[in-house]
Structures are given as structure tokens and as C-alpha cells.
């Protein structure tokens, strides 16, 4: 329930112009994944050619890209994920928004509504007669987690007729507050369609909101959710259920408060932080009571060795039933590393043969390095204080530090903004505890600006040079200088749980927003420029590893990067040790290392210029 309230949260938010200073949460006017995803797709695509399809013809989105599956769809221009819904009917779902197929919003944007998003099919052989009743099914969601489409918004089916080379609509459905998956199936009976080289595609049509003056809070709007698309033969008008019992919301952190924390840190209450099960959450989506069996395991990835593994055994589960299980976990993360560690949690489903596979697995990485997150990593929102008398007005995260620790830096991740309209000036500070809301202040470094971040999820590292020794409850956060909407990451699937915290008219008030600020404060030694480790290229972004997690092989995407001289590639261990150096290639090949994490670093006549991290993973 509590995510559904960010929801409407989002929706009225085309109504404040000119209201007094508050909380603010805002759609995306940028996608950060697809943003630094999309040449990779246009270059596996351009490898892949497709054959006309046959049916059945089947996706419930459940694979590990955030592109459509180049073998079913033409087009890439929906989100493939996990985290803009909390009612998917399997692991995965195909978002329709007012973005891009390069992540950005589309030029053609306006109040009046604009086609959006596309997914096209592969061609297919519908060379059939009526007779044998084809039949298109799937499940839609006006919002999910994202801002819902008005009434004046819509979602579309549109088929294509080969022999006239024309599409035509077929279905439509027009924007509402109902958070519901909704299943729709279509007979397919007409000649001009019962044709080989038949295609079918999903449009949207959006429209930004009118209200909005300030640049920097025009977001992403009108999302729609579809899951389970199915167009089969010998079907009905009853046929929108699926023999599959299968695995539905992500898995998350196993530690008690944090998605991410240092490992010494954990260390020192690790009976305390440790969590005592796993919540998995499963889904029948047959008519039938079914029985499956969960199993999990941990493997630590550094150590390239399996940690742990049970079974929570073999259970019934009624017909169109959820489950959230609880599954008790009687183990500590614990390896020889000294300074950070990586878990791979891994929860299965054993179900019946005839059961779709790709939906029965889920895989989560712990971390343990030199921060503390309570975000995944994935934004899905922006955060600010806006309105009348927002100047001077202060947001803080609570964090608790086990140790006496110092904090070297704060990331933030903040998002693109439209003109780039957030890219103002800020505070950066640090507090103490005041009985549970920020106190003193401890650190404060002015006039800093707005900065998209090229790492990982678009986190920026704000280096404190001097350090702030931290012991026990502290705060990071910003003091803004203007009253423009900043434009924080926000992510709406990790709760705060009373953590957030603004200030405003001259006191501290609990955040009412229920997800988190994407905002993680670094600890430990202090961050050196000579260090593979925490070097901050400001052009890193030009280069990028995929895919990632490998397996046998790496690709380099070197963008912009100007090569010259003598140019190599260094991959190392976390500890800094050589493991391969070979001359600069788009190809490497990493089939001798063994499970785990590591860096690659371009050198250029022996200076490195640009790096990345990347798993190897079977």
C-alpha cells in the first residue's frame, strides 16, 4: 500500500506552481541505464538477424536485459525491469513511458499528447484460417509505481496486415488511477491478418503536464506496464491464465537496515545487522493448486566458492495465489577479505516441466565495500523541496556508523533535468544526532553544483578532503541555495523507515515520502587519485564494459575515447594484482579468471585513462 501513496503523490504534483515549500517527488526526464545501454543494444542487434517467427509466440519479460528480446521485437524503445511495479504477474515487465529509446524524454513531447513508446514484434507466420482460433492475451497496468496516465492518455494494440502493408488499431485503453494488472486477449480472425509476416505492436500516447514552470520537475509520465503477451492457436476468450508458477517482486538485501554497507562495518555487529531469512515472493498464475520446492544459495563471488545453500521445501499454492515467504535463513556472511566482499544470492523455483524456466530464478548481489546505501541502485523518481520559501531549505539522510569511522565522500545521484535546469548551486553537510534529527553541523562545503555522475547508476562523488570522523548516528544531506527543485534520485522500492528527514520554517520535519533518496556516504581510508580503486575520470563515461556480469568474454565500447601510442589493457583483482595485460582490443578474453569482481584499466604509454569494474559470473 505504502507505494501506491507515491503514486497520487506524483500526480498532483502538476498542480504546484507557486505553492508554498515542500516535498516534492517528480518523474525521470532521463534513464540512466538505458542512456548508457543503448549502443550496446544497436551493436547486438546489428549482429542478430531474425527469422519469421512461429507461434507460439511468448514473453513474460523475465530475462536479465533491459532492452525487449531482440529474437521476439524489432524495436527498443520500452524498459525492460523489475522495479516499476509491486504487482507484476512474473519477474520482469515492459514499461511504457515518455522516454526514449535513449533514455532521454521525447522531443516531441507536449501538453496536448504525443506517441510515445513502441514494441513492435518480429515478424511472424499467421498463415492460418479463422478455424483455428488464434487469439492474442496479455496483462496491462495503468502506473504501477511510476505516474499514472489521465484519461486523455492511452495504451493502443495495433496489428499489421502484410499484403496491404498497413497497420490498424485494434484495442485501446484510456488512462486511470486503477493500479491493477488487467488481462486482455484479442481474436485474431480477419484474412488481411492470417497472413505470414504478421506483426503486432503496443503504443502509448502521453502527454507532460501543463502546470509545471520550473524545468528542472517536468518528469517522466503516463507509464503502462505490460507482462505476459501470449498469441497462440486453439485458444479462447477465456484463455488468460497460464499453467506457471513463477517468481515475481526482486530479491533484496539480506542485512536488516542496509542495501549496501562497508565490510568492516559489518563486521563489527554482524549478529545484530545479519537478517534471519529470505523474502521471496511467488505467484500461480494457473487455475489449479500447484507444488513447487525453494531452494537458495549464497555464493561468495570473491572466493569463487559456494557459501551456503538449503532447501525451504516443497509446498502447495492455491489457484491465482501470491505468497510472500518468509524463508529461514540460519547463516552470517563471512570470508577472509578484509576490506570488501561480494555475495550472490541466488532463489529458485522448482515447478512442474511444462512451466516457463526463465521466471523460476532470481539473483541478488550483496555488497560490501566503502559505503553505505539504502537505495538499489535504480532510480524511479526525483526528490526535492520546492515552492515559495524553499531557499536556505535543508534534506538529510540518516545513517549509522557501527565504528569510529571517517566519511571521505558523498555520492549523490541526481538526475537529468530538462535544460538541465538543476544544475544550481548547493551546500553539501554533514550533521550529528540530535535525539533522532539532525543536530550540529560537523561539515559544510558551499557552492557546490549539480553533477551527473558517470559511474555506476549515475552516482556523482563529492570528496570531503579533510574527512568528518563519524561515531554512531549521523546525517548527509544538502542546503539548498535557490528554490529550485534539485532533483534527487529517488528510489520508490526501498522504504526510509523514518530515516529522511527537511528542514523547513526553522524546524526538522520526518520525510512523508515513501522511498529513498539516492544518496550513500562513503567511509574508510582516504580516497587518493593514485588508486585504480576510487580514480574519478571525468570522461569515464565514454567507455563501458558489456556485458556485465561476463562470462567468457568482455567488450569494450570506447566512445569518444582518442587511442594513440602504446595502448593496453590491465585487468586486476580488487587488491590492485595484475591478472592480464594484453594489447588494447574491442575483445577480451576472460575465461581464465575465476568467479568474482574486477577492474580494467585502459593505459595509455603507461598512464591510465579511463576504467571500469566488472563481474565474471558463470
Same mark, same amino acid.
Given at each position: 500500500?505504502?507505494? =501506491?501513496?507515491?503514486?497520487?503523490?506524483?500526480?498532483?504534483?502538476?498542480? *504546484?506552481?507557486?505553492?508554498?515549500?515542500?516535498?516534492?517527488?517528480?518523474?525521470?526526464? +532521463?534513464?540512466?541505464?538505458?542512456?548508457?545501454?543503448?549502443?550496446?543494444?544497436?551493436?547486438?542487434?546489428?549482429?542478430?538477424?531474425?527469422?519469421?517467427?512461429? *507461434?507460439?509466440?511468448?514473453? &513474460?519479460?523475465?530475462?536479465?536485459?533491459?532492452?525487449?528480446?531482440?529474437?521476439?521485437?524489432?524495436?527498443?524503445?520500452?524498459?525492460?525491469?523489475?522495479?516499476?511495479?509491486?504487482?507484476?504477474?512474473?519477474?520482469?515487465?515492459? %514499461?511504457? &513511458?515518455?522516454?526514449?529509446?535513449?533514455?532521454?524524454?521525447?522531443?516531441?513531447?507536449?501538453?496536448?499528447?504525443?506517441?510515445?513508446?513502441?514494441?513492435? +514484434?518480429?515478424?511472424?507466420?499467421?498463415?492460418?484460417?479463422?478455424?483455428?482460433?488464434?487469439?492474442?492475451?496479455?496483462?496491462?497496468?495503468?502506473?504501477? #509505481?511510476?505516474?499514472?496516465?489521465?484519461?486523455?492518455?492511452?495504451?493502443?494494440?495495433?496489428?499489421?496486415?502484410?499484403?496491404?502493408?498497413?497497420?490498424? +488499431?485494434?484495442?485501446?485503453?484510456?488512462?486511470? *488511477? &486503477?493500479?491493477?494488472?488487467?488481462? @486482455?486477449?484479442?481474436?485474431?480472425?480477419?484474412?488481411?491478418?492470417?497472413?505470414?509476416?504478421?506483426?503486432?505492436?503496443?503504443?502509448?500516447?502521453?502527454?507532460?503536464?501543463?502546470?509545471? %514552470?520550473?524545468? +528542472?520537475?517536468?518528469?517522466?509520465?503516463?507509464?503502462?506496464?505490460?507482462?505476459?503477451?501470449?498469441?497462440?492457436?486453439? =485458444?479462447?476468450?477465456?484463455?488468460?491464465?497460464?499453467?506457471?508458477?513463477?517468481?515475481?517482486?526482486?530479491?533484496?538485501?539480506? *542485512?536488516?537496515?542496509?542495501? @549496501?554497507?562497508?565490510?568492516?562495518?559489518?563486521?563489527?555487529?554482524?549478529?545484530?545487522?545479519?537478517?534471519?531469512?529470505? #523474502?521471496?515472493?511467488?505467484?500461480?498464475?494457473?487455475?489449479? %493448486?500447484?507444488?513447487?520446492?525453494?531452494?537458495?544459495?549464497?555464493?561468495? !563471488?570473491?572466493?569463487?566458492?559456494?557459501?551456503?545453500?538449503?532447501?525451504?521445501?516443497?509446498?502447495?499454492?492455491?489457484?491465482?495465489? /501470491?505468497?510472500?515467504?518468509?524463508?529461514?535463513?540460519?547463516?552470517?556472511?563471512?570470508?577472509?577479505?578484509?576490506?570488501?566482499?561480494?555475495?550472490?544470492?541466488?532463489?529458485?523455483?522448482?515447478?512442474? /516441466?511444462?512451466?516457463?524456466?526463465?521466471?523460476?530464478?532470481?539473483?541478488?548481489?550483496?555488497?560490501?565495500? /566503502?559505503?553505505?546505501?539504502?537505495?538499489?541502485?535504480?532510480?524511479?523518481?526525483?526528490?526535492?523541496?520546492?515552492?515559495?520559501?524553499?531557499?536556505?531549505?535543508?534534506?538529510?539522510?540518516?545513517?549509522?556508523?557501527?565504528?569510529?569511522?571517517t566519511v571521505r565522500a558523498i555520492q549523490i545521484c541526481f538526475n537529468d533535468s530538462y535544460q538541465h535546469a538543476n544544475q544550481r548551486e548547493f551546500d553539501l553537510v554533514v550533521w550529528d544526532d540530535n535525539n533522532g534529527i539532525p543536530g550540529n553541523m560537523l561539515y559544510t562545503r558551499e557552492d557546490v553544483i549539480v553533477e551527473l555522475g558517470n559511474g555506476v547508476n549515475g552516482f556523482y562523488t563529492y570528496t570531503l578532503p579533510e574527512g568528518v570522523v563519524v561515531n554512531g548516528v549521523f546525517y548527509v544531506g544538502w542546503k539548498q541555495r535557490s528554490e529550485s527543485f534539485l532533483n534527487a534520485g529517488y528510489d520508490v522500492n526501498t522504504p526510509n523507515a523514518g530515516r529522511q528527514f527537511y528542514w523547513l520554517n526553522g524546524e526538522w520535519s520526518q520525510s512523508q515520502k515513501p522511498g529513498s533518496i539516492m544518496i550513500r556516504p562513503v567511509v574508510g581510508s582516504p580516497l587518493t587519485i593514485t588508486s585504480v580503486h576510487d580514480t574519478y575520470y571525468k570522461k569515464k563515461n565514454i567507455m563501458?564494459?558489456? $556485458? /556485465?556480469?561476463?562470462?567468457?568474454?568482455?567488450?569494450?565500447?570506447?566512445?569518444?575515447?582518442?587511442?594513440?601510442?602504446?595502448?593496453?589493457?590491465?585487468?586486476? &583483482?580488487?587488491?590492485?594484482?595484475?591478472?592480464?595485460?594484453? @594489447?588494447?582490443?574491442?575483445?577480451?578474453?576472460?575465461?581464465?579468471?575465476?568467479?568474482?569482481?574486477?577492474?580494467?584499466?585502459?593505459?595509455?604509454?603507461? %598512464? $591510465?585513462?579511463?576504467?571500469? =569494474?566488472? !563481474?565474471?559470473?558463470?
Open positions: 500500500m505504502y507505494k =501506491r501513496i507515491i503514486l497520487y503523490g506524483i500526480f498532483l504534483n502538476g498542480c *504546484l506552481v507557486n505553492t508554498f515549500a515542500q516535498e516534492i517527488i517528480t518523474g525521470l526526464q +532521463s534513464n540512466y541505464r538505458i542512456k548508457h545501454n543503448t549502443e550496446k543494444f544497436k551493436e547486438i542487434r546489428g549482429l542478430t538477424s531474425a527469422d519469421t517467427l512461429v *507461434l507460439p509466440f511468448f514473453d &513474460d519479460f523475465s530475462g536479465h536485459s533491459i532492452f525487449p528480446d531482440i529474437k521476439k521485437w524489432t524495436d527498443n524503445y520500452v524498459f525492460i525491469n523489475n522495479t516499476y511495479s509491486d504487482q507484476q504477474i512474473t519477474a520482469g515487465i515492459a %514499461t511504457f &513511458d515518455a522516454l526514449d529509446n535513449t533514455g532521454k524524454m521525447y522531443d516531441q513531447a507536449s501538453t496536448s499528447g504525443f506517441e510515445a513508446d513502441h514494441l513492435t +514484434s518480429q515478424p511472424i507466420n499467421l498463415n492460418y484460417s479463422s478455424s483455428d482460433n488464434i487469439w492474442l492475451s496479455f496483462f496491462y497496468q495503468a502506473g504501477g #509505481l511510476g505516474d499514472p496516465p489521465e484519461a486523455n492518455d492511452s495504451l493502443t494494440l495495433q496489428f499489421f496486415a502484410p499484403l496491404e502493408q498497413k497497420w490498424y +488499431s485494434i484495442w485501446k485503453v484510456r488512462g486511470s *488511477l &486503477d493500479q491493477r494488472f488487467k488481462p @486482455a486477449i484479442i481474436r485474431i480472425n480477419e484474412d488481411r491478418f492470417l497472413q505470414n509476416g504478421f506483426q503486432f505492436r503496443f503504443v502509448n500516447y502521453a502527454s507532460i503536464s501543463p502546470s509545471l %514552470t520550473d524545468p +528542472s520537475m517536468v518528469g517522466n509520465c503516463d507509464i503502462w506496464n505490460v507482462d505476459y503477451v501470449l498469441l497462440d492457436k486453439n =485458444r479462447n476468450a477465456a484463455d488468460t491464465t497460464f499453467p506457471d508458477v513463477a517468481l515475481t517482486l526482486p530479491l533484496r538485501s539480506l *542485512l536488516k537496515s542496509y542495501e @549496501a554497507m562497508p565490510w568492516k562495518q559489518f563486521r563489527q555487529v554482524y549478529l545484530q545487522e545479519m537478517g534471519s531469512s529470505i #523474502l521471496v515472493h511467488y505467484r500461480n498464475n494457473d487455475t489449479l %493448486t500447484r507444488n513447487i520446492t525453494r531452494n537458495f544459495e549464497i555464493w561468495d !563471488i570473491y572466493k569463487n566458492s559456494q557459501a551456503y545453500s538449503f532447501s525451504a521445501g516443497a509446498t502447495n499454492i492455491g489457484p491465482l495465489t /501470491n505468497v510472500d515467504y518468509n524463508a529461514n535463513l540460519v547463516y552470517t556472511f563471512n570470508t577472509s577479505n578484509n576490506d570488501s566482499a561480494l555475495f550472490r544470492i541466488k532463489a529458485s523455483l522448482k515447478t512442474d /516441466n511444462f512451466d516457463p524456466k526463465d521466471n523460476d530464478t532470481l539473483i541478488y548481489y550483496q555488497v560490501f565495500k /566503502n559505503y553505505f546505501a539504502f537505495d538499489d541502485g535504480t532510480s524511479e523518481g526525483g526528490y526535492g523541496i520546492n515552492g515559495l520559501g524553499s531557499r536556505n531549505a535543508m534534506v538529510a539522510y540518516k545513517f549509522t556508523s557501527f565504528m569510529q569511522d563501458t564494459i558489456w $556485458p /556485465n556480469p561476463a562470462r567468457d568474454y568482455i567488450n569494450i565500447e570506447k566512445g569518444e575515447l582518442q587511442l594513440s601510442g602504446s595502448t593496453d589493457i590491465i585487468i586486476t &583483482d580488487l587488491n590492485g594484482h595484475e591478472l592480464i595485460k594484453v @594489447a588494447y582490443s574491442d575483445k577480451v578474453d576472460i575465461s581464465s579468471l575465476h568467479d568474482g569482481m574486477y577492474f580494467l584499466v585502459i593505459n595509455i604509454n603507461g %598512464t $591510465p585513462v579511463g576504467y571500469d =569494474r566488472f !563481474i565474471k559470473s558463470r
